[in-house]
């Protein structure tokens, strides 16, 4: 859609006259429990935005309830999305995880954003620099970094007691798994037990994150921010590689015998 109306940058997506092209009006008001809803009529939706909302938030909203309209009209005649769905319905496959992807589609077009990604560290001052090029919500973002950048790198979100979801890069083997809690010399732990500052993009034993017998004898980098009252952001990268060369060297040699 983006390239046949002839858009072909972060500052031409008009989510408001996307969403007109899309039969969608979208309305800016004072929300009270919720960040965006949509109503469908017919033909035509109308979708509401939270005024007082960031307006990378009210964009991501915006999207996220064209999504419903794109996606599941005719099956449910309105949405009423909370802020937290933003956060955390990335993994399971529901109607907010579906709505959420194609906002990221919509917004972060993998035609733009991959090129701009290139090269750049797996690291939220790199997701800030996108965020504000795309005008787009952080957690959007750093999934699209992960998933279309450059390096091996993981994202994972977690709370206090519990890894609520995570996406890794195609780069890295599907053997390494996330622990279901960050280990105690990590950032993360420290956020989400109350810290309110960390050192930023840091060089942590990839055991403290990775559940792999082997994963002692490695490093990572680690970057993690506080996201909302109690969920935790973490961009995981493989700087050093060589975890990723180490285990494909042992599934070749699997191979063989």
């Known amino acids: 859609m983006l390239s046949d109306l002839g858009i072909s940058e972060p500052k031409d997506i008009m989510i408001e006259a996307l969403a007109e092209y899309l039969g969608a009006t979208i309305i800016y008001e004072r929300l ?13 939706a109308f979708i509401t935005v939270d005024s007082e909302s960031r307006r990378e938030r009210q964009r991501f909203s915006a999207g996220h309830e064209l999504g419903h309209w ?10 009423v999305c909370a802020e937290r769905v933003f956060a955390t319905e990335w993994s399971a496959d529901n109607p907010e995880r579906r709505a959420n992807r194609y906002a990221t589609d919509l917004l972060l077009p993998k035609f733009m954003f991959e090129p701009r990604a290139k090269n750049k560290n797996i ?75 960390v050192e930023g993009a840091t060089e942590v034993q990839a055991d403290g994150w990775i559940n792999h017998p082997d994963a002692r004898r ?8 506080k996201i909302g009252d109690q969920f935790v952001l973490s961009l995981l990268w493989w700087k050093n590689e060589r975890q990723l060369l180490d285990i494909s060297e042992n599934e070749d040699d699997d191979e063989r015998e």
Do not use: H
Not at 32 to 44: C, D, F, P, T, V
């Open 32 to 44: 009270k429990g919720s960040a965006a809803r949509i109503l469908g009529i017919g033909n035509r």
């Open 70 to 79: 794109m996606i599941d009209r005719g099956k449910i005649a309105s949405f």
């Open 123 to 197: 690291v939220f001052d790199t997701v800030r620099e996108l965020a504000r090029d795309f005008e787009v919500s952080l957690t959007a973002t750093a999934i699209r970094l992960v998933e279309l950048g450059s390096f091996p790198s993981m994202i994972v979100c977690n709370e206090p007691t519990r890894r609520r979801w995570f996406i890794r890069n195609s780069d890295v083997p599907e053997v390494l798994w996330p622990r279901d809690t960050p280990g105690a010399y990590t950032s993360a732990y420290d956020l989400l037990r109350g810290s309110t500052q």
């Open 218 to 225: 490695y490093s990572l980098v680690e970057d993690s921010i």
